[in-house]
């Protein structure tokens, strides 16, 4: 389910998804209008590529721990990549500044170490 939403929607857009409603079933109409959750959280044009696929469906969304937090360190070595202060890379990514100063020193920047450009 994750790959697939990371397919339609991208990893910003799946993030946000399993953010805000992860562990709960989610009614797409096929047509969300402007003040449905979907389109307050993923923008009118995720909401619309979502209800492309899944319109009329109730989608049982995962947690997605696991996921999750591989997002979050990603996320956290690009920001730090940036020049972004810990700080700030918490409040964006709603963690502690401990946890970002734990991710950058104990866990390996994939992307850097692939020699993968960030954001791929």
């Not at 047509?31 to 009118?44: C, K, R, T």
């Not at 690009?78 to 020049?83: K, P, Y």
């Not at 700030?88 to 920047?109: E, F, N």
Request: proline content about 8%; charged content about 20%.
């Amino acid at each position: 389910m994750l790959e697939e939403l990371v397919q339609i929607l991208g990893r910003e857009g799946a993030l946000k998804l399993i953010q805000r409603f992860g562990g709960t079933a989610l009614y797409i109409p096929h047509n969300p209008p402007e003040n449905h959750p979907i389109v307050l959280v993923l923008g009118p044009v995720g909401a619309a590529r979502l209800a492309s696929y899944y319109g009329g469906e109730n989608l049982y969304l995962p947690l997605g721990r696991k996921w999750l937090r591989e997002q979050q360190r990603r996320v956290i070595h690009q920001l730090n990549h940036e020049a972004v202060p810990n700080n700030q890379i918490a409040a964006r990514i709603g963690c502690t500044s401990r946890w970002v100063r734990m991710v950058i020193k104990d866990y390996p920047d994939e992307g850097a170490a692939a020699g993968l450009p960030l954001g791929s």
